[in-house]
């Protein structure tokens, strides 16, 4: 038993892959680590996702090799990590490699002790020595051999190292007094980082930067985020026929895409177009994130309510595949509009997404720079060409879809949806939210009603991080905002306790990412920047000022503002790694106006669109029908005037005198 492989009674889309490899796979977990110091072996910990194009090479070239398998179940417990489920061990892990080696990425092979102490690693390593690289046999017996002679000087490291790893854990609150300058100069620095040709921040391989495009958002700025989001939208990463965007480009002007599709990204950015729509009344931005939406709606939205984690970059072994159109197949199916799409699409010989500069491997997708791509034809063109290339894309062999569903970024898509759907009266997008987090409450909390991390096939474990309440706490906000509804108010608040009780460092300030009940590791780790979703301690922070602002509880101030307190002045100096928290500190230092709208729905509308019709960074907003406060503070004593749906303006829970309507709305919003 000790050899067979442990995967299959997993629920993780990615360790359920690995469930037929001839190594004997454990899950992360009690019994791999008792296996361990049981037979004093060294811990093989492989981590990946499901989408991950080089996880999928080294798992044919390596781990379905039986003599390797061999190799690995002699001398390792070897342990498969999916990096979405645990981030935890992943954080761990990555650190220790990017200290080591300079650099990090997925596959991430490291060895541990069997008391959790890293001692070597790397990322991919290939079946035979090459470009500089060893063969993972090499890595292995060198290894092995290292634990035979070296194990006590290996585990004698173990308190420095956990000292090491734990990220952000050992960093003391600088001063409490917050300098508004501070974010002018993150604005500066930003300014002088972006690229003014393609737009974005980076060279290759270039990620989108939601969190620093909102951020720019907030602060007015709508030259380098508008150019940015035009670049992204126009190129290769935005999937011009389904919608949605790939996970990133491989070269800087946005036309190469690595073809996975990540629901992170997509609630994101679409939440970022959106703001930027509302900013500049740009038709273009609304659309795409309209396009974003719906692609998660049609492609990722579960029976049950959640939505699934990712598609695969990858069908029938070929990245791309699915994507892909060479100009005969649009000729064979498009007939009078083949044209226009071979121009739009920048189609060639080889496919779309071939760069006729750096011509691709023959057999591989092809790609096309932006300077190559003719203009987007008429909407009504447009709307033909999707629906015909979607009918027969839909019928090619799919990319692999991890369905599981993962607290964070489900609540990540809740905000999105709800935001969008109040912003663009799309009630479908409000409905959907409102599953979204029902979803969540009902199926992903235990029995003594904690959070859950993740979800797949019926059941629901893995105690919940603080990404996983952060993200969600901001998320029934903003559903709250977008609906008026008590219930998500209510249920924010509950999260936001467990946040001061399981979360907060009471000593130095901040969050830990892990909760003080949580499974011990060798650290317990302060996960400080977007990577690229936002870091959970700035989600916390953002979250529970919004909160307090709602609710006039001091205590939810006092723990954001201890995030700040740490980060302030690293995240102005560093702009680039602290978008969301930046937005936060920006949030705290404006000065924050309640707004209560109150009276019968259809009364209240023209009131809420006022709200709503430019992007406001300053206020948060709660309503009802001014008959019943609800337990929720903002509304205490707030009721219409002669029977008219009335809006208050508040600062600190001091309002002003009501107003009916909304161009009296808009003069005190806009003062």
Same mark, same amino acid.
């Given at each position: ?22 190594v004997?796979? !454990? ?44 190799? !690995? ?20 892990? !990555? ?46 017996l060198a ?20 000292e090491?790893?734990g ?6 609150p ?54 940015? !989001? ?12 389904? @919608? ?53 709606l ?7 309510g ?7 970059? =990858?069908s029938?072994g070929?990245?791309g ?23 739009w ?15 691709? =491997?023959?057999? $591989? ?6 300077? =190559? ?53 799309r ?77 907060? =460092? ?31 301690g ?6 529970? %000022? ?5 609710? @006039? ?27 969301? %928290? ?27 669109? $006022? ?10 907003l ?12 903002? %509304? ?31 003069? %005190?919003?806009?003062?």
């Amino acid at each position: 038993m000790a050899d067979a492989n442990a995967l299959a009674q997993e629920t993780s889309p990615y360790l359920l892959q690995h469930a037929h490899n001839p190594v004997a796979w !454990m899950p992360w977990g009690a019994a791999a680590l008792e296996r361990a110091a049981t037979e004093d072996k060294p811990l093989l910990v492989s981590i990946g996702y499901s989408s991950c194009h080089w996880c999928h090479v080294m798992e044919r070239e390596s781990f379905e090799d039986e003599a390797v398998a061999a190799v !690995m179940n002699e001398h390792f417990v070897c342990v498969k990590v999916d990096r979405e489920e645990r981030p935890d061990v992943d954080a761990i892990a !990555m650190e220790y490699v990017q200290g080591a080696t300079g650099h990090g990425g997925w596959p991430l092979n490291v060895f541990l002790t069997p008391d959790q102490v890293p001692f070597h690693g790397g990322t991919y390593f290939p079946p035979q020595e090459r470009h500089g690289l060893p063969s993972w046999q090499q890595v292995l017996l060198a290894v092995a051999e290292a634990w035979r002679t070296q194990a006590d000087e290996i585990r004698a490291t173990r308190g420095k190292l956990a000292e090491r790893l734990g990220g952000g854990a050992r960093l003391r609150p600088a001063r409490r007094t917050f300098d508004p300058a501070a974010l002018d100069q993150a604005v500066g620095s930003l300014s002088e980082l972006h690229d003014a040709v393609n737009g974005g921040w980076g060279t290759a391989p270039k990620f989108p930067a939601a969190s620093t495009i909102e951020f720019l958002l907030r602060r007015g700025d709508t030259s380098t985020t508008v150019q940015t !989001m035009k670049c992204m939208a126009g190129g290769g990463i935005n999937d011009q026929i389904g @919608g949605g965007f790939a996970r990133y480009s491989v070269d800087a002007t946005w036309t190469v895409p690595h073809f996975e599709k990540m629901l992170y990204d997509n609630a994101l950015l679409a939440r970022a177009y959106l703001h930027g729509w509302q900013l500049t009344g740009d038709e273009d931005l609304r659309r795409v994130c309209e396009e974003t939406l719906d692609w998660a709606l049609r492609e990722m939205h579960a029976e049950d309510g959640g939505f699934f984690s990712a598609l695969d970059a =990858d069908s029938e072994g070929v990245e791309g595949k699915f994507y892909v159109w060479t100009v005969d197949e649009l000729r064979a199916v498009l007939g009078e509009d083949a044209d226009a799409a071979i121009r739009w699409l920048g189609a060639t010989e080889q496919g779309n997404f071939v760069d006729p500069h750096h011509p691709a =491997d023959p057999g $591989a997708p092809g790609l096309n720079v932006l300077e =190559d791509r003719g203009p987007r034809p008429d909407d009504e063109t447009v709307e033909r060409i999707r629906a015909t290339l979607l009918r027969v894309r839909g019928e090619r062999v799919w990319p692999g879809l991890d369905d599981k569903r993962l607290t964070a970024w489900n609540a990540l898509m809740i905000s999105a949806l709800a935001d969008a759907g109040a912003v663009l009266h799309r009630a479908d997008y409000v409905d959907a939210a409102r599953d979204t987090a029902q979803f969540l409450l009902d199926r992903l909390r235990d029995a003594d009603g904690r959070l859950l991390r993740t979800y797949n096939q019926g059941a629901a474990k893995l105690p919940a991080y603080l990404e996983d309440h952060a993200f969600l706490l901001e998320a029934l906000i903003t559903l709250h905002e977008a609906t008026f509804e008590a219930r998500w108010l209510h249920e924010a608040t509950a999260l936001a306790d467990v946040l001061l009780a399981r979360f907060i =460092d009471s000593e130095n300030g901040g969050f830990f990412s892990t909760a003080d009940d949580h499974e011990q590791l060798l650290a317990r780790r302060k996960d400080l920047e977007d990577s690229p979703i936002p870091a959970g301690g700035s989600a916390a922070a953002f979250g529970l %000022l919004r909160l307090a602002a709602l609710t @006039g509880e001091h205590r939810y101030e006092e723990a954001g503002v201890s995030q700040l307190t740490l980060l302030h002045e690293i995240a102005a100096r560093y702009p680039s790694a602290f978008g969301h %928290l930046l937005q936060a500190l920006d949030f705290h230092l404006r000065p924050t106006r309640e707004v209560a709208i109150v009276g019968p729905a259809e009364g209240r509308a023209p009131l809420v669109a $006022a709200v709503r019709s430019t992007l406001r960074g300053d206020l948060v907003l709660s309503g009802g029908d001014g008959t019943d406060a609800a337990g929720l503070a903002l %509304l205490e004593g707030r009721v219409p005037v002669d029977g008219r749906a009335a809006a208050y303006v508040c600062e600190n829970f001091a309002c002003q005198r009501p107003v009916t309507d909304p161009d009296e709305l808009l003069a %005190l919003l806009d003062a």
